[in-house]
């Protein structure tokens, strides 16, 4: 149970480069994990060019338990996500009939099934499908890797149906505290009790308030309840001298 | 003045990964880049880890002509980008006298010049300070790489001052028409298209339109004008067989 699940994201895309896609499934992706006691350790963004999606891939998934890929499964020619995925795994790729006889349903007009949709029946040989009903080109898994849609609404829907199947680790716990103070003003206190409480982490994040004034929320994270709790009170103490004591 | 200019952009905070916060740096600066003749080539996002941030500067450092970083300059004890980045340059890292005097007047008041705010003015030698009246804690750039707040109004004002004195390349141009069609009925005239046009770049982005209805945008760039125009009149024709001629 004590084990640690790691997870990298990697963002295939141009146009989030470019800045034209502005990225919401990074934040969806990171919290999604941090719900199911996955760590979310890095995340990379590369264009569509297959030698980069590649030397990306292999990076994350030689090093982290699961890797998550999102955008370039689509059925246009900047879409190469899954056959660089194959490259990477030295597998083939081709048609996958189950695919390609939803698509037949699904695209029964003159000229409909056409070579570009066939493209998002192409799956890497080997890979398990994640798709429903509601799914149009689906994502699948390949060894640690899954991969899924681009389009935020799509890729959440095949986080759902791909999470049950996870290894998940003991939950980060997380706690916060509202300092009612500087982030410069706990700074020093701040650092001796990280130093006392190595088994949990202690962000400090700067924000404005309501009355437009600098304030800073403190969070500890933890997999032990009882050291989070342990952290947690001593940073209460701090805030309580540092506000006059009583 | 054919020189291309590259960029990547090195997030740094376990904030991130953990979903608590979500990033809007990688968007703004991508967008910003593109609008002044930058490429932004790769994204990495990593945690308030030292060797984590070493290894992905030097990744980036070497091979772009710019690194961005956002992130890990406050005064807390896990704010450890300065140091990082002092070390993955081997230099040397000090309080900036520059800093510590402009400090020394904003924070007169007793215990306020203390040791977590002189954190703030540690600035790696040689690097030269991104600062302004509106700014506390200073940005630098040390060689090529950029080094900026994570606060996205902050991030911001450094990138108003540090743009001007970054080279920059000829502008990518981009120019979009809407489709009216779903992606899987232009992939394969698209493709043909792309193949003929080889020094732009089509991208087809899916979206779904006021009607609810499947829909996509197609988007031209090139930095040649010319090349970006006969590109975008292929499009159009292809779209004007598509929707019956005339």
Request: hydrophobic letters at 45%; proline letters at 5%.
């Amino acid at each position: 149970m004590s084990e640690i699940i790691t997870a990298g994201i990697l963002v295939i895309g141009d146009e989030i480069l470019s800045g034209r896609t502005k990225d919401k499934n990074i934040g969806f992706i990171a919290e999604y994990l941090t719900n199911i006691g996955i760590d979310l350790k890095e995340v990379r963004v590369v264009a569509d060019e297959e030698p980069e999606i590649i030397a990306a891939l292999d990076a994350l998934r030689h090093r982290y338990t699961y890797v998550f890929t999102t955008g370039g499964i689509g059925p246009t020619h900047d879409d190469i996500t899954a056959d660089s995925i194959a490259k990477a795994f030295g597998v083939g790729i081709d048609h996958h009939p189950e695919v390609v006889a939803r698509f037949a349903e699904r695209f029964s007009g003159p000229g409909e099934l056409n070579e570009a949709r066939l493209r998002m029946a192409r799956i890497p040989d080997g890979a398990e499908l994640i798709q429903s009903a509601t799914i149009l080109a689906p994502g699948f898994k390949i060894g640690n890797v899954i991969v899924m849609a681009g389009v935020p609404s799509i890729m959440q829907a095949m986080m759902d149906i791909v999470s049950p199947k996870l290894k998940s680790g003991v939950r980060m716990l997380s706690e916060t505290v509202r300092a009612n103070a500087r982030e410069g003003d706990i700074g020093g206190p701040l650092r001796i009790i990280a130093n006392a409480h190595p088994d949990t982490i202690i962000g400090s994040y700067p924000f404005q308030d309501e009355d437009k004034k600098p304030n800073t929320n403190l969070v500890v994270r933890s997999r032990d309840p009882e050291k989070l709790a342990a952290a947690m009170a001593a940073v209460k103490e701090m805030l309580k001298q540092l506000h006059g004591g009583a």
